[in-house]
């Protein structure tokens, strides 16, 4: 019950690239934009890539790593 409402708490992001990385993936997280002012470990829960013409993007979304493991969750906004 706890991994879903985990679930709410989610980061989305977006490049002009495509990174070698896959659904599942350990991703570390450092932006204080959205007050994520300490590095936190989230896991790559889903990711679209798209090619057209001569771009390549990338779209995903990261949840914490505590959604799947069942560990108290840490603050990530600390």
């Known amino acids: 019950m706890r991994g879903a409402e ?8 977006s490049l002009d690239h495509w990174e070698p990385i ?4 350990v ?6 934009e959205i ?9 790559l829960e889903s990711t679209i890539i798209q090619e057209s ?3 390549q993007t990338m779209t995903g979304t990261l949840v914490l790593v505590e ?5 108290d969750p840490q603050n990530i906004f600390g």
């Open 27 to 32: 991703i570390q997280v450092l932006n204080p």
């Open 6 to 13: 985990l679930k709410g708490i989610r980061v989305n992001f």
């Open 53 to 55: 013409g001569e771009r």
């Open 35 to 43: 007050f994520i002012n300490k590095t936190a470990n989230m896991i």
């Open 22 to 25: 896959s659904v599942g993936d």
């Open 67 to 71: 959604t799947f493991n069942g560990d």
